[in-house]
């Protein structure tokens, strides 16, 4: 798709975000897929059991990375694709609303100086159609007002981001709503041409919203697009000028001049797009809209038709010139623009420049005005400054050009000053001086010099504001690396009690405390909402410190966690605030080598956390063991379903697997493992009381030939023994971590303490703001990494495995959310969207109808591993249609690697390597033919 618009030179928002999410996916394929499958290969070829069970844990870690990135990868092209069908929304209600405001003015034209009761049946049905298409308008647009005010609110920084942000603040400063409403009112009233003009007002919003949701803000696709729909409005001008010189009799008339008023109405829209971008093209097609007027005067005149088929052509094909004229400005301008490279200039610098040109401009205009007085009596002279005031005016319209961006209202004064000028200019070139234009320009020019003086103090004490926020935002930066610091020594010291670090760790903590109230101080006047938060934040650590001196390092978790948590929600204010204040000030975004630096932290961190989880027990098993007993949850589940008979220990059975599948989702091993037990007790009761089982496999076709739909997911004794299965795994994987050795423990704990060091400068800030995604993942990543930590310290394993695995999944998420951003794409959601209470994807609420991750019913999944859909879908390999693949597997591979994984599907391979294997294969499996 990207190439086909490319090749055709089709540009604009909607391309580049598609070349975004194929330059993320080009990365995922060509570097990081690529290194997961070349580590698999050495993994099975090292000779060395600890070198190949490290390489197993990279490419498992690489794995993960990619998954996520894909599904983050998926709701940012889900967001973008909201925000265009949003836009496509807007432009249609914003062509309803023409159609009803052209009809409002039809009717209008045949009640003129009459009223309602005047109206015949035909425009009283009439007033009534328009009276309801306008409420339905005025429904619809708060329904799509509603949905962008959400976006809006989950939005993170970025260009992306702020568009429906721009879009909602232009729907309230338009008065959308209130314009939509006393339109329908005024129909009610029969008031029609003050309905029009108020749906004029609201269909010019609309169009304006659907643009900034359409693509941000590009004076160059902006000038493509106005020469496009000027173009329509010159062919639309043409048609109008040839209808109307086939005016035979007055029935002719009114739909020429209906046609007429609509390319007004769409030329005049062109102008304002233009106005600040090309002002001497705007002023073209004002002068053409003016002719356009006069022909409208001329057909709706009393002469007869004959002579207004021949008078208004004249007026129509002026018009048409004028537009041609303006067509070339704006070439002409677009082509300058393209080969401009634009200065990286700061607001401030553009204003002050801004001001010098414009007081420049009242001198030269001032010497003009007092040249033109001295030779009022001698009228040749008078044409002589006539090039002069041309001069003037042209530089004024450049100046004009410029301020648009930086100053709005002191460009429209200067828009004032230029027409004004444009006047005096060609009253000199008729030998006429025009003292009342010449002071009305440098009027102009003055308020514009004023209002940048307002604009130009306004950034200045942004400037101001924004060093103090920065410098609060150091502050803060250090409070929090401190707290993380507080942090994770009291969870090393729950782990080995000892009263005396505890006491000390109470007065750091107190001094944390004192430290944030002062901070609280200085925040809460500019930032009352990071003010809040540093209050609630100091509120916890005053608890966490009580506990601390109460040696209960337990108990004083919580409130840390909570303290942590408020003070990156002070610190995500401030940014916010920042962000502002950067934007006004035009400063440069976010530098790219900084989110290049910090995905590099969080990729080393990945590999410490990998090789701290293979030093403890083998990866990826206990999500194959939770994937596995979902799978046996939701078969239980089919069974339960309304309308199909069920014993109630099938019901108990149902209730425990789900049970022991959200226990695993915790990674409690030992009450998972007990909800297993009980679950295929159940299922022994209830196949005691069903004579009828064989006890055989359900009847899905053999392998290689699909055959038909069988009952396997219903068949209890097949359940039981999978059961019986998953639940030896998982007393396996319970033994082998408890059993791990206390060097290896250590050695765990060495790894998990580097990762955390490394993340721990990102989390605080000190390499700048963040994606919201990845700053979210990266406080979960900080949490969990300290408990592994502290636990794998105290040679817990089984909990410091639990939670380096949580740590590895966040460390994921974060750098899927780097990775969006490095390539432009900085619009992302929460990272936790659809996560439900935990912080895994899935650990929340399980598969949903809308295929969302985690919102909709059932027992949590956990993270999913690409391998639900070869169970749960109808032509799954693992599902429903059970036992399909036949010797049609892998035909993407050449015979050889072919025969080969065959073989090794045979062959029995070490249970610790089992889900990596398994995943290996499936993942070659639906790899497409050709894809080599």
Do not use: C
Not at 472 to 484: D, G, H, P, S
């Amino acid at each position: 798709i990207v190439d086909e618009f490319e090749r055709n030179q089709i540009s604009g928002e909607d391309v580049k975000v598609l070349q975004a999410i194929r330059s993320v996916l080009g990365k995922l394929s060509e570097k990081d897929m690529e290194r997961v499958v070349n580590m698999l290969r050495e993994a099975r070829e090292l000779r060395d059991p600890i070198d190949s069970k490290k390489r197993a844990a990279d490419a498992y870690s690489g794995q993960k990375t990619i998954i996520t990135q894909l599904r983050q990868l998926l709701l940012e092209y889900q967001r973008q694709h909201a925000l265009y069908e949003l836009s496509l929304r807007l432009k249609e209600l914003a062509t309803r609303q023409t159609s009803n405001m052209r009809l409002g003015v039809d009717l209008a034209r045949g009640v003129r100086g009459g009223t309602i009761g005047d109206l015949d049946e035909t425009r009283r049905l009439s007033l009534q159609l328009q009276d309801t298409e306008q409420g339905a308008v005025k429904d619809e647009v708060g329904l799509v007002l509603g949905k962008l005010e959400k976006l809006a609110r989950e939005g993170d920084i970025g260009v992306t981001a702020e568009r429906p942000k721009a879009a909602v603040q232009q729907a309230k400063e338009g008065m959308l709503l209130p314009t939509l409403e006393t339109a329908v009112e005024e129909l009610k009233a029969a008031k029609i041409l003050s309905a029009v003009g108020n749906e004029k007002k609201a269909r010019d919003v609309m169009r304006e919203m659907a643009r900034l949701l359409a693509q941000a803000y590009d004076p160059l696709e902006a000038l493509r697009q106005a020469i496009k729909e000027l173009d329509e409005a010159i062919e639309q001008q043409r048609q109008v000028m040839a209808e109307t010189k086939e005016i035979k009799n007055k029935n002719d008339v009114p739909p020429a001049e209906n046609k007429q008023a609509e390319v007004v109405d769409a030329a005049d829209l062109v102008r304002n797009d233009v106005a600040s971008l090309a002002p001497n093209a705007a002023e073209h097609i004002k002068g053409s809209i003016d002719k356009m007027q006069q022909a409208r005067e001329i057909l709706g005149g009393a002469q007869d038709p004959n002579q207004k088929s021949r008078a208004a052509p004249f007026r129509q094909q002026e018009a048409i010139n004028g537009l041609q004229d303006a067509r070339r400005a704006l070439e002409e301008q677009l082509a300058k623009a393209e080969t401009e490279k634009p200065k990286p200039e700061s607001a401030l610098a553009t204003l002050k420049d801004l001001q010098q040109e414009v007081r420049e401009l009242i001198e030269q205009e001032e010497k003009i005005k007092t040249a033109s007085a001295e030779s009022e009596s001698k009228p040749p002279e008078l044409k002589a400054h006539a090039p002069k005031q041309g001069e003037v005016k042209d530089k004024t319209q450049e100046v004009q050009q410029r301020a648009a961006g930086t100053a709005p209202d002191a460009a429209g004064s200067l828009a004032d000053a230029a027409n004004q000028m444009d006047k005096a200019q060609k009253a000199l070139s008729d030998f006429r001086n025009a003292p009342e234009a010449q002071q009305a320009a440098l009027d102009a020019l003055r308020k514009a010099e004023q209002q940048l003086a307002q604009q130009l103090s306004k950034l200045e004490e942004a400037e101001r504001q924004l060093a103090q926020l920065e410098d609060l935002l150091k502050k803060l930066t250090a409070i929090i690396e401190q707290q993380q610091k507080v942090q994770f020594d009291t969870a090393k010291a729950e782990a080995k009690p000892e009263a005396a670090p505890l006491k000390n760790l109470a007065g750091e903590q107190d001094q944390l405390g004192k430290s944030t109230g002062d901070l609280q101080k200085e925040a809460s006047p500019q930032v009352p909402k990071a003010g809040s938060y540093l209050g609630d934040a100091k509120g916890e650590m005053g608890s966490a410190k009580s506990k601390l001196d109460e040696t209960d390092a337990k108990a004083a978790q919580p409130p840390q966690t909570k303290a942590l948590a408020n003070l990156h929600l002070a610190k995500r204010e401030l940014e916010s605030k920042i962000e502002d204040l950067k934007n006004m000030l035009g400063l440069p975004p976010a530098d790219m080598q900084a989110l290049a630096d910090a995905a590099a932290q969080i990729e080393k961190a990945q590999r410490e956390v990998n090789q701290a989880m293979s030093q403890m027990a083998p990866p990826g098993l206990m999500e194959s063991l939770l994937q596995q007993q979902q799978q046996i949850a939701d078969a239980l589940g089919e069974i339960n379903e309304p309308g199909r008979p069920a014993s109630p220990p099938t019901k108990q059975a149902h209730q425990a697997a789900a049970k022991a599948a959200q226990q695993l989702g915790d990674s409690n091993l030992k009450s998972a493992i007990s909800s297993m037990q009980k679950a295929q007790d159940a299922m022994g009761q209830g196949m005691s009381g069903q004579p009828g089982q064989s006890g055989e496999p359900g009847q899905g076709g053999q392998n290689g030939q699909g055959g038909q739909k069988g009952q396997s997911s219903q068949s209890l004794p097949q359940l039981s023994r999978k059961q019986a299965e998953v639940k030896k795994l998982a007393e396996q994987l319970m033994a082998a971590q408890e059993s791990a050795p206390p060097a290896a423990l250590d050695a765990a704990a060495k790894s998990l303490g580097e990762a955390s060091e490394d993340i721990g400068p990102l989390t605080a800030g000190q390499m700048g703001p963040l994606p919201r995604g990845a700053q979210s993942a990266l406080q979960q990543a900080q949490g969990a990494l300290s408990k592994a930590t502290a636990q794998a310290s105290a040679h817990n394993g089984p909990s410091a495995q639990a939670n380096s695995s949580d740590a590895a999944e966040a460390l994921a998420q974060a750098q899927a959310a780097l990775a969006l951003a490095q390539a432009g794409l900085g619009s992302q959601q929460a990272m936790v969207s659809g996560q439900g209470q935990g912080q895994k994807p899935g650990q929340g609420q399980g598969r949903s109808q809308s295929q969302q991750p985690g919102q909709g019913r059932g027992q949590p999944n956990a993270q999913s591993n690409g391998n639900r859909g070869n169970w749960d879908a109808a032509g799954g390999a693992d599902g429903p249609q059970r036992g399909t693949t036949g010797n049609s597997q892998f035909l993407g591979l050449p015979k050889r690697d072919r025969a080969a994984i065959q073989q090794s599907q045979s062959e029995k391979y070490p249970q610790e390597y089992g889900s990596l294997v398994e995943q290996y294969l499936k993942n070659l499996s639906d790899e497409p033919v050709g894809a080599k």
